[in-house]
T-cell receptor, first 115, second 112 residues
């Protein structure tokens, strides 16, 4: 399976600022996703990162708040803009391997705390 | 009704015990099914896919019941290292599409 890394692994940020999270995959993958996992909750899909085009956002998430880049098949970034304490969460990058019956693999996550 | 529902637990079992988790899903057109394991403060990791005929991987057995729309995970001979949260995941995408829905997870604590 693909090996996924994320940077930073954690950060503490002040409200009103923005943070960009990077996701790097060791192989070319077609489908990449960004999830959020708030304390005690399950994973919520933020968006699908599309290579060469705008990301596809899920209900409740907008591009102005969570801009995403996907310049190639191995890299993506998620920015959390104008942060508030409600954005404190773990943000996870993941990739999908359709040829393996849609098995999905996750990066180690970025733990964000907004003060 | 939520797409994927699990008993949150926690399930506290002694080492060596057998424990089973169930998960129900609401979309009858769901295509594929998975169990993930998530350790505290770590990312989810794929434990096993769930096939229509059921499948076994060592001490772990997964079953799918499409008629009743539930999947199960059985863990035999529990180890202390099995303590984790187990996430039921259902792909509800249609026409070879993709839409993963995650349950909130079932917590398992295996005690000495």
């Amino acid at each position: 399976s693909a090996v996924i890394s994320q940077k930073p692994s954690r950060d503490i940020c002040q409200r009103g600022t923005s943070l960009t999270i990077q996701c790097q995959v060791d192989s070319q993958v077609t489908m990449m996703f960004w999830y959020r996992q708030q304390p005690g909750q399950s994973l919520t899909l933020i968006a699908t990162a599309n290579q060469g085009s705008e990301a596809t956002y899920e209900s409740g998430f907008v591009i102005d708040k969570f801009p995403i880049s996907r310049p190639n098949l191995t890299f993506s970034t998620l920015t959390v803009s104008n942060m508030s304490p409600e954005d404190s969460s773990i943000y996870l990058c993941s990739v999908l391997e359709p040829e393996r019956s849609y098995e999905q693999y996750f990066g180690p996550g970025t733990r964000l705390t907004v003060t | 009704r939520k797409e994927v529902e699990q008993d949150p637990g926690p399930f506290n079992v002694p080492e060596g015990a057998t424990v089973a988790f169930n998960c129900t899903y609401s979309n009858s057109a769901s295509q594929s099914f998975f169990w993930y394991r998530q350790d505290c403060r770590k990312e989810p990791k794929l434990l096993m896919s769930v096939y229509s005929s059921g499948n076994e991987d060592g001490r772990f057995t997964a079953q799918l019941n499409r008629a009743s729309q539930y999947i199960s995970l059985l863990i035999r001979d529990s180890k202390l290292s099995d303590s984790a949260t187990y996430l039921c995941v259902v792909n509800t995408g249609s026409n070879s599409g993709y839409a993963l829905n995650f349950g909130k997870g079932t917590s398992l604590l295996v005690t000495p």
